[in-house]
């Protein structure tokens, strides 16, 4: 310990500035890390306790899916001997415009056997919540909302709210005020409770149900009413205890924690280089005192603790900022995810307070200190190698041994061998992510002879610009490559991982774009809420012949979608005349032919699936597809895979009549409309919209607002990746500044000889921003190229256990033309600092300098 | 040529260090000076002064007439590589570049044309016998061919003065002698003034003039009329 | 024993033999024969005071039909404006629970009071859906636990207590039938041990020759509320049309 306070203290103090540039890589990573999993975290213990709260003495819940299930199913299962209480649930996320921004959870129950599962009466008072529970139940538009709520936006009994129904905007009126606590807590307080059969109507669920909450006879276990529940109703519900409801979303969001896990230790993984590379700087630069030490008699064990010890240290700190970092920023994140989670899957959930998980900051500190550790342990190991007498010899000591150059080179082949090899077999994803890291761990190895290599070809060019300052400074690099190969493989890193997401974007835009120009050819489409994607309010079926009947539409066509399970995922069932859709648009076939496919599956006979579903779920065509169904099993042949981009976790499409006996819903959440040549898109919108003016409620979207829709998710989802390329880039970045600063220091005498022999401020100002473009144009040339395997890796990755999507192989050109005066832009930034101390200081001190 | 008043240079530290108490000095265009003294009597920082690589505390340095302390940075380094040619103890060359690529170094800070810096290169490698070096780097050279490319370096412009520090200091008795004859040749034919900086009595020996410094101060200025060659 | 308040005049008048000291099940048979009519008709008002003193009152017409223990009732509400038109159908089953649907005009449709709910409160009075059905006879079993005089009226105590085949809230009833007229005057329910509703039947009068208590009062214990019917324009053996009494009517809202 005295030793380290000695040496490494000293030492640190010294190099302050580096010191703290070193420990942002783990900062950052360490944020990243704690930041989006605390706001996944916070989301989802959010979305669990508003199911909890909400589920009070609920025992177990059954659903079918979204399209929900038939009043009846209610009176079968309040008449079995075990259930002591089932009542019928209706939940929608709805928008109120109220002070309070975002939506509201309404929750529609029975009033009148309710409250013996949840207790809305929580004022000891005894008095009741609800003012009049019969003029509640009288009155369709009665609404009981939350005390917190109430407050939030002035409202008291009585108060008039106005919220969108299937009739329009309609005023509702604030009949009951709930107490605070339990059930109130739920969805951040902003829940309110209608009648159940009121909420039919402005849902347009018709005569159906959501949800049964249920609690059990006493003495009946759950495990034992679940069984009875789901042998009386079938494959085709689900009975879960609440809890498990809390999954399913888990399911869902899940995608989002691995992007948040991907993230995290990427930006780990950078600033583990960049650790790396300060302790192989610090190491050759302690040379001496490690010699003066060993000669005084440290054992290698002490020098080498001693060294792991000084970066563990600097984890534990980089950890704790990180740590602090990351759960400032999670609260942003969170509600970021919890927007685009409900966009995208339209579940509702809030998350307005962080939960911050002990064993996460705990673990993401183990993380940070972990990763310090492995970054410092070459390094530290080649400390305690030091011969102590040539380490007292003056001379020099940079270059990197022919030997372990050679070790370098045979891994780099033998990796490089491998992850070809790997990439040939194919099959199961031990290969495929054994291949993948075959080849970044190839790319690794040779990037400190590739650096050399590299710099060696730029020498002539950076002569010819500066022949002074150009030269000396790819010198610099070719003198030290363990100087300055970290940085450069962090760059490298980081831009692969920028190009395959860019490459990536780009052919997810692409595809997008060629789907969206098949499929998505309708002139209008009305919708019974302002998201397209939202499928809480729904048309009656006589919506699409009414369509039909207004000037200028040529045809209309009624679709309907609704999220079912299918093998425990949540994928999506289109459902539609498939005659009438496949008449105006065919989406492009991977497997079948169109000529086969939709006729069969007009008719019946078969359902369509679409590619991404195909890949994800193994599905072949001709192989049979069984979804379960409120009304027994649906079992048909796949006749055609094709592909749509309709949803992540993939569709399948199938005739209305099908859907319509298995599910008895005979609802459409989208119609499509096609208008006659010439007719006016503006005229016919405006049609549509004084046909529904009264009675129905209806959005109509043209073809460019769905487009721009669907363009605007895609650009959310990506956006969430770009919070990867900002924490990458600047990770690299700031190893260049560290890289530098110790290259200054190196260089030290040779700048002062410079400017003994003329050398002008600026040219040796020059000569530093020259070794940063030299680093960024190295880390280009490495990082454009590595990426162009990285992109081929993270296509295989999308379509194997992500989306599901097949995208196109396409190098994108202008986002590594983007990407060259970015990188050299901030090379050129980071060396500004470096390059004004550089200046700085005594001559006669620099030329003494060793 | 080279006028000191009253200089004095102190270092700031935990103890103010006097290197230079108070310096009058003149040296003529022309002469070759030997500074002398015990280890810490000032030597090296009065050459450093003199060459500009450094300020005095108080004091007036005047070089070909002209004022170094009212110079900014850049000022004085335009000085410094027009008027002075410095050559040091330990060489400094820069151990990336060849030895005809670390004469052309000041001559390419100067930004002179190519073709140029290469004839001169040329003349001063032939000037100082290393015609067949040219592409060799420092590493490759003996310790003596290594000072005559710094000396090539250091007379790249021609200038009129010449400061050497210890430029024996690190060569063997024969070699040190062989770079003496080569600076007395250049003080001689250019009609550069030198100063040299040494221990070496017998570099002392062979100067026109000789000033001893002790403690910051000069004891003794010797001129000599025959000078051992 | 029946929990018949709103069937008024059903509650327990017995007339006839002299039973004293006889069987508890006598007491209770004779009380309801003496009670029996065919049909039966009244306007009720409803008036519910909560713990803290607020007053609400409702106004509703009342139909029975039917024998007891397997009549049908229909309980329309005509007051206040909101809640007018709101209808309950009653259909009991001497064998088993009875059948309930309300019905909502402004939501034009009817939903089934389900048996779980029957032990809550009968729209927000102090009622339950419950206590509105007819019990049969043989649905429980009596003790007879002594003569209590009530108001100076000697009067049979008489225990009730559900049999297995149709459960109920309550884990027993204790009842005073006055023994003079063969008319209950008071009840208290109990839930497990606890004493949890107490009725009162008041102002009892020969109407059509049958002795009825044209004001009750029920007190929740646990609330502290309470909820007082009055009886007006009450009518016996008028006749009702069978088909009044049908889930169709109800939705017709007639």
């Known amino acids: 310990m005295k030793l380290l306070h000695l040496i490494s203290w000293q030492y640190t103090r010294k190099h302050g500035l580096r010191t703290v540039l070193t420990m942002v890589g783990i900062v950052l990573g360490v944020a990243v890390f704690v930041g989006m999993h605390t706001a996944n975290q916070s989301v989802l213990v959010a979305f669990h306790k508003t199911v909890n709260r909400i589920a009070g003495a609920t025992e177990l819940q059954i659903t079918a899916g979204e399209p929900g299930f038939a009043e009846e199913i209610l009176e079968k299962v309040q008449s079995i001997p075990e259930v002591r209480v089932a009542v019928p649930v209706i939940e929608a996320s709805i928008n109120p415009k109220l002070k309070t921004p975002g939506n509201i959870l309404v929750l529609a129950v029975d009033m009148t056997g309710d409250s013996s599962l949840r207790d809305y009466d929580l004022d000891d008072g005894g008095e009741a919540v609800i003012d009049d529970p019969l003029i509640f139940l009288a009155q369709p538009d009665s609404l009981m909302v939350t005390r917190e709520f109430a407050k939030a936006n002035g409202l008291a009994i009585n108060s008039k709210v106005s919220m969108e129904t299937m009739q329009g905007p309609k005023t509702f009126t604030v009949r009951g005020i709930m107490k605070s606590g339990g059930l109130t807590s739920a969805f951040g307080g902003n829940l309110a409770v209608m009648d159940v059969y009121a909420a039919q109507k402005v849902f347009g669920r018709g005569r159906r149900f959501d949800r049964i909450d249920l609690a059990l006879q006493e003495g009946i276990g759950v495990d034992v009413g679940r069984k009875k529940l789901e042998q009386i109703l079938g494959p085709g519900f689900q009975v879960e205890t609440p809890a498990a409801r809390g999954k399913q979303f888990e399911s869902l969001s899940s995608v989002y924690g691995m992007m948040a896990n991907l993230t995290s230790l990427f930006a780990l993984f950078i600033g583990m280089f960049i650790i790396y590379n300060s302790f192989a700087i610090a190491v050759t630069q302690r040379r001496k005192e490690i010699g003066i030490l060993r000669a005084l008699g440290a054992t290698q064990g002490q020098i080498q603790t001693l060294f792991l010890i000084e970066s563990a240290i600097l984890g534990l700190f980089g950890s704790v900022a990180g740590v602090a970092l990351g759960v400032l920023i999670a609260r942003g994140m969170a509600r970021g995810l919890g927007d685009f989670l409900g966009e995208i899957y339209g579940v509702a959930q809030r998350a307005d307070e962080l939960s911050t998980d002990t064993r996460l900051l705990a673990f993401s500190l183990a993380l940070g200190v972990l990763t310090s550790l492995i970054a410092a342990w070459i390094p530290a190991r080649s400390a305690a190698r030091v011969d102590p007498v040539q380490a007292l010899q003056k001379g020099r000591y940079q270059q990197l041994t022919t030997g372990e150059n050679r070790v370098r080179a045979v891994a780099a082949v033998v990796f490089a061998a491998l992850a070809i090899g790997l990439a040939m077999v194919g099959g199961g994803p031990f290969f495929f992510y054994g291949g993948y890291l075959s080849a970044v761990v190839a790319a690794l190895m040779v990037t400190p002879w590739a650096a050399v290599w590299l710099s060696w070809m730029l020498r002539p060019l950076l002569r010819l610009i500066r022949p002074v300052e150009g030269a000396l400074a790819v010198d610099s690099l070719i003198q030290s490559p363990r100087r300055t190969s970290g940085t450069v493989a962090a760059l490298m890193l980081s831009l692969a991982l920028v190009i395959s997401l860019g490459g990536l974007t780009r052919a997810s835009y692409d595809s997008l774009n060629q789907w969206m120009s098949v499929g998505l050819n309708p002139d209008l489409f009305l919708s019974p809420s302002q998201s397209i994607s939202d499928r809480s309010y729904h048309f009656p079926a006589e919506i699409v012949d009414q369509v039909k009947a207004i000037d200028g539409v040529r045809t209309a066509q009624g679709v309907r979608t609704v999220r079912v399970n299918y093998r425990n995922e949540p994928i999506m069932i289109v459902t539609a005349d498939v005659a009438a859709i496949s008449g105006e648009a065919k989406l492009p076939a991977t497997a079948g032919l169109h000529e086969d496919m939709y006729p069969k599956a007009a008719a019946g006979e078969g359902v369509i699936l679409s590619d991404n579903l195909a890949n994800l779920q193994k599905l072949k065509l001709g192989e049979m597809m069984e979804l379960e169904s409120p009304n027994g099993p649906l079992r048909l042949p796949i006749v055609g895979i094709v592909l749509d981009y309709s949803d992540q976790k993939g569709t399948v499409l199938i005739d209305r009549k099908v859907y319509m006996e298995k599910w008895k819903d005979d609802t459409y959440n989208v119609i499509r409309i096609y208008l006659k040549p010439g007719a006016d898109v503006v005229t016919v919108r405006q049609a549509l919209l004084e046909r529904f003016s009264s009675g129905l409620k209806v959005f109509v979207f043209t073809n460019k607002d769905i487009r721009d829709y669907v363009v605007k998710i895609t650009d959310q989802w990506f956006g969430l990746t770009y919070i990867q390329l900002a924490v990458a880039v600047l990770v690299a970045v700031l190893g260049i500044v560290n890289t530098l600063t110790v290259s200054i220091t190196d260089r030290r005498r040779e700048l002062g000889v410079l400017q003994a022999v003329g050398a002008l401020r600026n040219q040796i100002r020059q000569t530093v921003w020259l070794e940063a473009i030299a680093i960024g144009l190295v880390g280009l040339a490495l990082g454009l190229g590595l990426g162009a395997i990285a992109l081929y890796y993270s296509l295989e990755f999308t379509a194997r256990d992500f989306a599901g999507m097949r995208l196109e192989y396409k190098y994108p050109w202008a986002m590594a033309a983007f990407l060259l005066p970015v990188i050299l832009g901030s090379a050129l930034l980071a060396a500004i600092g470096p390059a004004e101390s550089a200046v700085r200081g005594s001559l006669v001190e620099a030329l003494e300098y060793e | ?229 | 024993m029946n929990r018949v308040l709103l069937v008024v005049s059903s509650a327990a008048c017995l007339f006839g033999m002299d039973l004293r000291g006889a069987d508890a099940r006598q007491i209770v048979e004779e009380s309801q024969k003496r009670q029996q009519s065919q049909s039966q008709r009244y306007e009720g008002v409803l008036e519910v005071t909560q713990a803290t003193g607020k007053k609400s009152s409702k106004r509703w017409t009342y139909e029975r039909n039917g024998a007891f223990g397997e009549s049908k009732s229909l309980l329309r509400f005509v007051a206040p404006a909101e809640v007018k038109g709101v209808a309950l159908l009653i259909v009991n089953h001497p064998d088993r629970a009875s059948d309930q649907w309300m019905w909502t005009p402004e939501l034009a449709r009817d939903r089934r009071i389900a048996l779980q709910d029957r032990s809550t409160r009968f729209f927000g009075t102090d009622f339950s859906f419950e206590d509105l059905e007819e019990r049969d006879l043989n649905q429980n079993d009596y003790t007879l636990l002594g003569e209590e005089a009530m108001e100076g009226k000697p009067c049979w105590k008489i225990e009730s207590k559900p049999k297995q085949t149709k459960s109920s809230q309550y884990a027993k009833v204790v009842t005073w039938i006055r023994q003079d007229i063969y008319v209950a005057v008071k009840m208290e329910m109990y839930a497990k041990n606890e004493l949890v509703r107490r009725l009162e039947y008041r102002k009892i009068e020969k109407m059509q020759n049958i002795w009825t208590p044209l004001e009750l009062e029920m007190a929740d214990l646990k609330k502290k509320s309470k909820t007082i019917l009055k009886t007006e324009k009450l009518e016996y053996n008028t006749t009702l049309k069978p088909d009044r009494f049908t889930l169709d009517a109800l939705r017709r809202g007639e």
Request: a neutral charge; charged letters at 25%.
């Open chain 2, 1 to 229: 040529m080279i006028e000191l008043t009253g200089v004095q240079k102190h270092f700031e530290g935990k103890k103010r260090v006097t290197a230079l108490a108070g310096v009058n000095l003149k040296i003529e265009k022309g002469e070759m000076v030997a500074l002398v003294g015990p280890s810490g009597s000032g030597k090296s920082t009065l050459l450093n002064l003199i060459g500009g690589l450094d300020r005095p505390t108080a004091g007036d340095i005047r070089l070909d007439g002209q004022l170094l302390s009212g110079l900014n940075d850049d000022d004085l380094t335009r000085v410094r590589r027009d008027k002075i040619g410095f050559i040091f103890q330990f060489f400094n060359l820069l151990p990336t570049l060849s030895c005809i690529e670390n004469v052309a170094l000041p001559l390419h800070l100067r930004n002179w044309p190519s073709t140029k810096i290469r004839e001169r290169a040329l003349e001063l490698l032939g000037l100082v016998n290393l015609n067949h070096r040219l592409d060799h780097l420092p590493e490759e050279l003996s310790g003596g061919e290594r000072q005559r490319v710094a000396i090539a370096r250091a007379l790249s412009v021609y200038p009129p003065v010449l400061l050497a520090d210890e430029p024996t200091g690190n060569l063997d008795s024969a070699t040190g002698a062989e770079i003496l004859k080569l600076m007395r040749d250049v003080n001689e034919r250019l009609g550069a003034t030198v100063l040299v900086v040494t221990h070496d009595r017998g570099v002392a020996d062979s100067c026109s003039r000789q000033i001893s410094l002790r403690d910051g101060l000069v004891i003794e200025d010797l001129r000599r009329e025959n000078v051992r060659k």
